[in-house]
């Protein structure tokens, strides 16, 4: 298959290069040329813009910071609607808004293309693995389309629905992890409060009703789970900054549709403090820093 592959950053550039492993004859671009060199180097073709990327491509992928760079590189003046192939299939990787998958998904309607939103869950180490979950939006058809290609660069690809059900479902995800890490923190700060180690606190509540992800895989207190940033100064990760973002879009879609959610506002609300605070470059696991007072 001959792909397109648009946005080479951290995430982009080892999903580029898990599509040229699988056998996919890749072009690609980014606006920072050591990210297309760097690509190139694992054997992709380096393209020198978006109109040079995507000549040929039956798939174009995008993966690039956020929505608004998403609607201008793929339906702005010499964007990729502007030289596609008719009849290609965008896939935008990107994590945005809901409201921008939609728009993008009506324009590339309108103008002969197919469109599937594929938010990613797993963060760098699991783009480089090729072991990313996609939670992609789009017709039935589309997604078949889809299918194969997500499938070289992640193991788990899952259909959430329509065009923009792959953020939905992205962002109502991530809100609940922000909840459930700043749940955690406040479990395993009470508990040292009243005498408790973290390990006993741990031992006991990953075997009771406490129990979560944000405990047993990524524990915000070091000690109990060795792989946790915990363990490493809180280097991240999945950055304060990247936490906000989807908490930011999470609100973002709960008012568009008239729907409170208190926790996850709350969730924000946290998060945005610590990043004007100066951590924003810190895991997010280490809000249990904030709530013990030491930051
Ligand atoms: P990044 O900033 O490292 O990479 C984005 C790339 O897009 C950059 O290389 C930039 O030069 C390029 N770019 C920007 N505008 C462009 C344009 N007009 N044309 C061509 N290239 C352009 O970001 P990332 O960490 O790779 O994340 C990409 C997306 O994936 C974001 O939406 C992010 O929220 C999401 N995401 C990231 C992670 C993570 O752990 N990093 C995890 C899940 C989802």
Not at 103 to 108: F, I, N, P, S
Not at 209 to 231: E, I, L
Request: glycine content about 12%; overall charge negative; proline content about 4%.
């Amino acid at each position: 298959m001959q792909i397109a592959f648009i946005g080479l950053g951290n995430m982009g550039g080892h999903m580029a290069a898990n599509l040229v492993k699988a056998g996919h004859g890749v072009r690609a671009f980014d606006l920072d040329a050591g990210a297309v060199a760097r690509v190139a180097e694992q054997g992709a073709s380096a393209a020198s813009s978006v109109a040079d990327a995507v000549q040929g491509a039956q798939i174009v992928i995008t993966m690039l910071p956020a929505g608004p760079h998403v609607l201008r590189v793929c339906f702005g003046e010499d964007g990729v609607a502007a030289h596609a192939a008719p009849g290609a299939l965008f896939v935008d990787c990107s994590t945005i808004a809901v409201t921008h998958a939609r728009e993008a998904g009506e324009k590339a309607a309108a103008a002969g293309f197919s469109f599937v939103d594929a938010p990613v869950s797993g963060g760098v180490a699991a783009a480089e693995a090729g072991t990313l979950t996609f939670m992609a939006g789009g017709s039935e058809a589309d997604f078949a389309r889809a299918q194969p290609v997500l499938a070289a660069m992640g193991k788990n690809i899952l259909h959430a629905g329509g065009v923009g059900n792959g953020q939905a479902a992205k962002i109502a995800n991530n809100m609940l992890l922000g909840i459930s890490m700043i749940a955690t923190s406040e479990a395993f700060a009470l508990a040292e409060k009243l005498g408790l180690d973290a390990q006993t606190f741990y031992d006991i509540s990953s075997k009771a009703s406490g129990q979560c992800w944000s405990m047993t895989s990524y524990c915000p207190a070091p000690g109990p789970v060795a792989t946790s940033p915990a363990n490493r100064d809180y280097q991240p990760g999945f950055a304060v900054a990247m936490m906000l973002k989807d908490l930011k879009l999470s609100q973002e879609a709960a008012r568009a549709v008239g729907f409170e959610t208190p926790l996850g506002r709350d969730a924000e609300a946290i998060y945005d403090a610590l990043s004007k605070d100066g951590h924003a470059g810190m895991d997010f696991s280490g809000v249990i820093r904030r709530i013990k007072g030491e930051i």
